[in-house]
C-alpha cells in the first residue's frame, strides 16, 4: 500500500502509535528514505517570483519542521501545530495575543516560568492577573473581569500534581466568552488530549516527555481554531523563536516511542508510590493515582493514565528534604523532567524558586521526583536506601 492511500494523521482512521511513527513523515519520494531528513536549508529555490513548493525561508517554515508540527498537532487531535524554540517561547507566543488592559486567570499551581513571564514580563506592559483555585471551576467565573480574555491553567499541575477538571473548567471561561489554554506538558497527549475536552489551546514544553531524552530543547502550540493559528503562526514568523531543523528532527524522533515510554514511566512510578506510601519518613505523597488523592475521580475521567511524576513531603521539613536530594544514585539531582532517566529535585529551592513569596509559592518539605524507565526495583531500591538515611 503506498503512502498516499491512507492519511496518517487522521485520528479517526489511524491509532495514537501509528500516528506517531508516521504522520507528517511520508517516505522521500526520491530516495525512499523512512526517516525525515534534517532539512538545513535557510532558503528554497522559486520557480517564478513567489512560486515556491511551499517553503520560501526557514524561519517561516521549513521542512523538518513541518513534519514535526504535523506529527505532534494529530497527537493532540488538532488542526494545527506550531513549534517553538523553547516551552517558555511557545507559552509567550500565546500571551502575546494580549493587549495591556487585558487580563489572565492563572491556577494557582503552575509552572514556575510560566508565572514569571506573566507576572514579570507581561505584567510590566500592561496585562493584569489573577492567581486561582482552579480545583473549583467556580473561581473562574467569580473572578472574571469585563477585560479577562483566558484561563491559563496546567493538568497535572507542576510540582503539586494537583488535578483539574478541563472540560468544567473550559466551559466556564467559554460561559464568560473566554479562551482555556491547557499546558499539557505532564500529561502529554497520550494521557490526556485537552482539545476534545473542551480546551482552546493546547501549550508544551517538548523539553520534557516528547523530546524524553533530555537531549532538546523545545515548545509547541496546537489548536484546531483556525484564527488563532493564523494568528500563532504570524508571531511564531515575526518574532522568531523558532527551533533548529536538528531539534525538530530529535523532537520528532521522540515523539515515536512517546507511547511506549509514557507506560512504563507511568508503571515506575506506580511501583515508587507504594514504597512512598509506606516510609515513615513521608508525610503526604501527591500522586493522581492515589485513590485519596482530591483529584483522583477527575484524572480518571480525563486521563488514560498517571504520568510519571510524583511529588512528596517530609516529616523532617525543608532539612530532610534538602538532605535526601543528595542520597539518591539513581536519581540524579537535578532540574527538568520527562525524560528516560529519573531525576530528584527540591522545587522551592530549585525549579519554582522565582515563585518564592508569590500566590504559587511551594512547600519547603516537598521533593519532587521524575520516575525514568529504568528497572522499577532499581528505582525503588535507591529511593528506599536515600529515605531510611535521612
Ligand atoms: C518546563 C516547563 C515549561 C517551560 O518549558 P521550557 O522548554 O523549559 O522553556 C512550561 N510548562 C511546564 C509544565 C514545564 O514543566
Keep these: 500500500m503506498s503512502d498516499e492511500s491512507i492519511d496518517f494523521t487522521d485520528p479517526e482512521r489511524v491509532g495514537f502509535e501509528t500516528r506517531a511513527v508516521r504522520a507528517g513523515q511520508p517516505h522521500s519520494p526520491t530516495t525512499g528514505a523512512v526517516v525525515t531528513p534534517i532539512s538545513l536549508a535557510t532558503t528554497f529555490a522559486q520557480a517564478e517570483v513567489g512560486v515556491t513548493r511551499g517553503y520560501e525561508y526557514s524561519r517561516t517554515g521549513n521542512p523538518t519542521r513541518a513534519a514535526y508540527e504535523t506529527c505532534l498537532a494529530s497527537l493532540e487531535g488538532a488542526r494545527h501545530g506550531l513549534a517553538f524554540a523553547s516551552g517558555m517561547a511557545a507559552e509567550d507566543a500565546v500571551l502575546r495575543a494580549l493587549l495591556p488592559g487585558d487580563h489572565i486567570l492563572l491556577g494557582n499551581d503552575a509552572y514556575g516560568g510560566t508565572f514569571r513571564i506573566i507576572s514579570k514580563v507581561f505584567a ?8 486561582v483555585d482552579l480545583t473549583d471551576p467556580d473561581q473562574v467565573k467569580e473572578h472574571w473581569r469585563p477585560r479577562t480574555r483566558l484561563v491559563w491553567m496546567e493538568t497535572p499541575t507542576n510540582p503539586l500534581l494537583t ?43 517538548t523539553t520534557k516527555y516528547v523530546g524524553g531524552h533530555s537531549d532538546v530543547v523545545g515548545g509547541f502550540v496546537a489548536t484546531s481554531d483556525a484564527d488563532l493559528a493564523e494568528r500563532l503562526a504570524f508571531v511564531q514568523n515575526s518574532v522568531g523563536a523558532v527551533p533548529s531543523p536538528f531539534d525538530c528532527y530529535l523532537s520528532l524522533r521522540g515523539l515515536k516511542t512517546l507511547a511506549l515510554r509514557m507506560d512504563r514511566h507511568c508503571e515506575n512510578a506506580a511501583a515508587v508510590v507504594e514504597l512512598l506510601v509506606s516510609h515513615p519518613a513521608v508525610s503526604e505523597v501527591l500522586y493522581p493515582g492515589l485513590e485519596s488523592h482530591p483529584g483522583h475521580d477527575v484524572a480518571l475521567r480525563q486521563m ?87
Excluded: K
Aim: charged share 15%; glycine share 10%.
Design 163 to 205: 488535578v483539574v477538571d478541563i472540560e468544567a473548567v473550559a466551559a466556564a471561561a467559554h460561559g464568560q466568552g473566554g479562551l482555556c489554554v491547557v499546558d499539557n506538558t505532564f500529561a502529554t497527549p497520550y494521557l490526556q488530549q485537552p482539545l476534545s475536552l473542551g480546551a482552546d489551546i493546547v501549550v508544551h514544553s
Design 124 to 131: 510590566p506592559m500592561g496585562v493584569e492577573w489573577t492567581a
Design 304 to 390: 488514560s493514565g498517571f504520568g510519571g511524576m510524583v511529588s512528596f513531603r517530609l516529616r523532617g521539613g525543608r532539612a530532610a528534604a534538602l538532605d535526601l536530594v543528595t542520597r539518591t544514585e539513581l536519581f540524579t539531582l537535578a532540574e527538568s523532567l520527562g525524560a528516560v532517566e529519573s531525576l530528584i529535585e527540591h522545587p522551592a529551592a530549585m525549579t519554582h524558586a522565582s515563585a518564592a513569596g508569590s500566590p504559587l509559592e511551594v512547600p519547603d518539605d516537598l521533593v519532587r521526583l521524575s520516575v525514568g524507565v529504568e528497572t522499577a526495583a532499581d528505582l525503588v531500591a535507591d529511593l528506599g536506601q536515600a529515605l531510611d538515611s535521612i
